[in-house]
C-alpha cells in the first residue's frame, strides 16, 4: 500500500520545473557574467596612439614610465606645522612589505611618501614622459634610436634623493615655499603640482651643469585658455626642446560634469598628450588612455624598496587599471606636449575643429579687471551658450553688467589661497584640496586609509591628507 501524500510536499512535475526554472537563471547569469569578461573591440587609446588588440597597447603602456611610492629614501624632515610621520605607519599599501616597518618607526623625518605622495608621483609620472616623448620625437627626426639610455638618464633625474632634480625631495621642497605652504606629509593639489614642475623645469633649464638633456618650458593655465602670443614667444628662445602646457582644472563639483566627458577623451586621443594626473578624491593616478568609457591609468599607490643601485624595470610596469569615467573626481592636471609651433598650430586646429569644450583660444587677453576675476580658479569657465538646452548652470553676470560691482562675487578667489596681513605679520591658510566649508560648518577629511583625522593647531578646520 503506498504512503499517503503529504500535502505540503509539492507534485514531483513542480519540483522538476523549479530545477529547470534554476537551472535557466543560473545559465542566464553566467551568460551575463560572460559577456562582461569578454574583451571589448573597440580600439585602445595610449597617449595619442590607437591599438585594436591589448597585447600592442600593453607594450606601449610598459614603455611609459611609471612613478609609484617609495621608502627607505633619503630621510625629508618633518614639519612641525605639518603631519607627523608615525601616522602613516599603518597604510595598508605597506602590508606587503611589512618586514620593513621598523623603517617608518620615526617621528621626526619622512622615509617614505606612502599614504600622502600619490599626486606628486603621478605628476613625476606626466613629467618624465614630457621628456620621453620629447628625446623620442629628437631621436626619431634624426634617426638616433637610443630610447633605453634616453629613458635611464631620465628616471636618474627622478630619484627620491635632495640631488635628483625632479626628486619626491625637490617638489616638497618647492611647494613648501610657494604661497601654498604644502609640507611634507600633506597632499599635493593640481596647483601645487603644477608650480613645483614648472619651477624645477626653470631651475634645470638655466643649470649650467646639466648638458645635452631637453629644455622643457612650462605654462600653466588655470583657465585653460591658450594665446598664440604666449606661445610664440616660448619657441622664440631656440633652446626651448618642447612646451608643456599643464591645465590644473575643476570641471566639475563632486564628479566631472558629462558635458566634459567627450572632451577629456579627446586629449588623451591627441598625440599632444601626456596624460592626466587626477583620480578619485584625494586619491591620485596617472591617466595615459581609455578604451571605451573607461580611462586606463597607472596607480603610483605600489609601494617599492628605494635602493642606490637603480633597478630600470622598477619605474615600469604591466600593472595597469581601469576607472569608469563617471567615477573620475573633478580636480585634476592635464598634461599637453607641443614639439614647435607647427605641433601646437596642428593641437589648436583639432582641437577647435572637433569642438573641444575644455581648451580655449582667445584671440586677446582679458582687461586686468577681467582677468583678476579668474585669478586662482580652478574652474574652467562655463558661459550659457557652452551648455545643452535645459541644463542647470550658473548664470554669472559680467561684471560690467552688474548694476553695483559692489553685488559682484569672485567665485575664484573662493578656491584661491587666501594671505591676510594684519599687523605685519601673514596669516596664510593652507589648503590641501579645493572645497572649501561653509561659514559655520567643519570640514573632515580622512588622513591615509583609515579612519583617522588630522585638526590644525589653532583651527577647527581639518585638512585632508589623503585617503586612498
Given at each position: 500500500?503506498?504512503?499517503?501524500?503529504?500535502?505540503?510536499?509539492?507534485?514531483?512535475?513542480?519540483?522538476?520545473?523549479?530545477?529547470?526554472?534554476f537551472?535557466?537563471?543560473?545559465?542566464?547569469?553566467?551568460?551575463?557574467?560572460?559577456?562582461?569578461?569578454?574583451?571589448?573591440?573597440?580600439?585602445?587609446?595610449?597617449?595619442?596612439?590607437?591599438?585594436?588588440?591589448?597585447?600592442?597597447?600593453?607594450?606601449?603602456?610598459?614603455?611609459?614610465?611609471?612613478?609609484?611610492?617609495?621608502?627607505?629614501?633619503?630621510?625629508?624632515?618633518?614639519?612641525?606645522?605639518?603631519?607627523?610621520?608615525?601616522?602613516?605607519?599603518?597604510?595598508?599599501?605597506?602590508?606587503?612589505?611589512?618586514?620593513?616597518l621598523?623603517?617608518?618607526?620615526?617621528?621626526?623625518?619622512?622615509?617614505?611618501?606612502?599614504?600622502w605622495?600619490?599626486?606628486?608621483?603621478?605628476?613625476?609620472?606626466?613629467?618624465?614622459?614630457?621628456?620621453?616623448?620629447?628625446?623620442?620625437?629628437?631621436?626619431?627626426?634624426?634617426?638616433?634610436?637610443?630610447?633605453?639610455?634616453?629613458?635611464?638618464?631620465?628616471?636618474?633625474?627622478?630619484?627620491?634623493?635632495?640631488?635628483?632634480?625632479?626628486?619626491?625631495?625637490?617638489?616638497?621642497?618647492?611647494?613648501?615655499?610657494?604661497?601654498?605652504?604644502?609640507k611634507?606629509?600633506?597632499?599635493?593639489?593640481?596647483?601645487?603640482?603644477?608650480?613645483?614642475?614648472?619651477?624645477?623645469?626653470?631651475?634645470?633649464?638655466?643649470?649650467?651643469?646639466?648638458?645635452?638633456f631637453?629644455?622643457?618650458?612650462?605654462?600653466?593655465?588655470?583657465?585653460?585658455?591658450?594665446?598664440?602670443?604666449e606661445?610664440?614667444?616660448?619657441?622664440d628662445?631656440?633652446?626651448?626642446?618642447?612646451?608643456?602646457?599643464?591645465?590644473?582644472?575643476?570641471?566639475?563639483?563632486?564628479?566631472?560634469?558629462?558635458?566634459?566627458?567627450?572632451?577629456?577623451?579627446?586629449?588623451?586621443?591627441?598625440?599632444?598628450?601626456?596624460?592626466?594626473?587626477?583620480?578619485?578624491?584625494?586619491?591620485s593616478?596617472?591617466?595615459?588612455?581609455?578604451?571605451?568609457?573607461?580611462?586606463?591609468?597607472?596607480?603610483?599607490?605600489?609601494?617599492?624598496?628605494?635602493?642606490?643601485?637603480?633597478?630600470?624595470?622598477?619605474?615600469?610596469?604591466?600593472?595597469?587599471?581601469?576607472?569608469?569615467?563617471?567615477?573620475?573626481?573633478?580636480?585634476?592636471?592635464?598634461?599637453?606636449?607641443?614639439?614647435?609651433?607647427?605641433?601646437?598650430?596642428?593641437?589648436k586646429?583639432?582641437?577647435?575643429?572637433?569642438?573641444?569644450?575644455i581648451?580655449?583660444?582667445?584671440?586677446?587677453?582679458?582687461?586686468?579687471?577681467?582677468?583678476?576675476?579668474?585669478?586662482?580658479?580652478?574652474?574652467?569657465?562655463?558661459?550659457?551658450?557652452?551648455?545643452?538646452?535645459?541644463?542647470?548652470?550658473?548664470?554669472?553676470?559680467?561684471?560690467?553688467?552688474?548694476?553695483?560691482?559692489?553685488?559682484?562675487?569672485?567665485?575664484?578667489?573662493?578656491?584661491?589661497?587666501?594671505?591676510?596681513?594684519?599687523?605685519?605679520?601673514?596669516?596664510?591658510?593652507?589648503?590641501?584640496?579645493?572645497?572649501?566649508?561653509?561659514?559655520?560648518?567643519?570640514?573632515?577629511?580622512?588622513?591615509?586609509?583609515?579612519?583617522?583625522?588630522?585638526?590644525?593647531?589653532?583651527?577647527?578646520?581639518?585638512?585632508?591628507?589623503?585617503?586612498l
Amino acid at each position: 500500500m503506498s504512503e499517503p501524500i503529504d500535502p505540503a510536499t509539492p507534485p514531483i512535475e513542480n519540483n522538476k520545473s523549479e530545477l529547470f526554472n534554476f537551472s535557466t537563471v543560473w545559465q542566464q547569469i553566467n551568460k551575463v557574467i560572460k559577456d562582461e569578461e569578454e574583451p571589448s573591440k573597440s580600439p585602445i587609446i595610449i597617449l595619442g596612439k590607437s591599438f585594436d588588440n591589448i597585447e600592442e597597447a600593453e607594450i606601449a603602456i610598459k614603455s611609459r614610465i611609471c612613478l609609484t611610492y617609495r621608502f627607505g629614501f633619503e630621510a625629508i624632515p618633518r614639519s612641525m606645522e605639518g603631519p607627523n610621520p608615525l601616522q602613516f605607519m599603518f597604510n595598508r599599501s605597506l602590508i606587503p612589505n611589512i618586514q620593513y616597518l621598523p623603517r617608518f618607526m620615526d617621528k621626526d623625518n619622512f622615509g617614505s611618501d606612502v599614504g600622502w605622495g600619490c599626486m606628486i608621483r603621478t605628476s613625476q609620472s606626466l613629467l618624465a614622459n614630457s621628456f620621453l616623448q620629447t628625446i623620442e620625437t629628437e631621436a626619431s627626426a634624426s634617426n638616433n634610436h637610443m630610447e633605453d639610455e634616453a629613458d635611464k638618464s631620465i628616471i636618474d633625474f627622478f630619484r627620491d634623493n635632495s640631488q635628483s632634480p625632479f626628486s619626491l625631495h625637490n617638489f616638497i621642497k618647492v611647494a613648501s615655499a610657494s604661497p601654498l605652504k604644502v609640507k611634507p606629509g600633506q597632499w599635493f593639489g593640481p596647483d601645487a603640482a603644477s608650480v613645483s614642475i614648472k619651477q624645477l623645469c626653470e631651475s634645470l633649464n638655466s643649470s649650467p651643469d646639466i648638458k645635452d638633456f631637453p629644455h622643457i618650458k612650462v605654462l600653466i593655465s588655470d583657465s585653460s585658455d591658450l594665446y598664440d602670443t604666449e606661445v610664440k614667444e616660448v619657441f622664440d628662445d631656440k633652446n626651448v626642446s618642447a612646451l608643456l602646457i599643464l591645465l590644473p582644472v575643476r570641471l566639475g563639483i563632486d564628479k566631472v560634469n558629462s558635458y566634459y566627458h567627450s572632451s577629456l577623451m579627446h586629449l588623451l586621443s591627441l598625440p599632444q598628450s601626456v596624460g592626466i594626473a587626477g583620480g578619485k578624491p584625494s586619491s591620485s593616478f596617472y591617466f595615459l588612455g581609455y578604451q571605451d568609457n573607461d580611462l586606463i591609468y597607472m596607480d603610483p599607490h605600489r609601494p617599492q624598496l628605494f635602493d642606490e643601485s637603480t633597478d630600470y624595470e622598477t619605474y615600469h610596469t604591466l600593472n595597469y587599471n581601469k576607472l569608469d569615467i563617471n567615477k573620475l573626481d573633478p580636480s585634476m592636471m592635464i598634461g599637453i606636449l607641443v614639439q614647435n609651433w607647427d605641433d601646437f598650430e596642428q593641437f589648436k586646429s583639432k582641437c577647435i575643429t572637433d569642438s573641444n569644450k575644455i581648451i580655449h583660444f582667445p584671440k586677446e587677453k582679458l582687461s586686468n579687471f577681467e582677468n583678476s576675476i579668474h585669478a586662482g580658479s580652478e574652474f574652467v569657465n562655463i558661459d550659457s551658450h557652452d551648455l545643452p538646452k535645459n541644463d542647470e548652470f550658473i548664470n554669472i553676470k559680467h561684471p560690467e553688467q552688474l548694476e553695483n560691482v559692489e553685488d559682484f562675487i569672485d567665485l575664484g578667489n573662493e578656491f584661491a589661497v587666501t594671505e591676510k596681513v594684519s599687523d605685519g605679520e601673514a596669516d596664510i591658510s593652507e589648503i590641501i584640496n579645493n572645497d572649501s566649508p561653509s561659514e559655520g560648518e567643519t570640514e573632515i577629511s580622512p588622513v591615509g586609509d583609515t579612519d583617522q583625522y588630522v585638526l590644525d593647531e589653532g583651527s577647527d578646520k581639518i585638512n585632508e591628507v589623503e585617503s586612498l
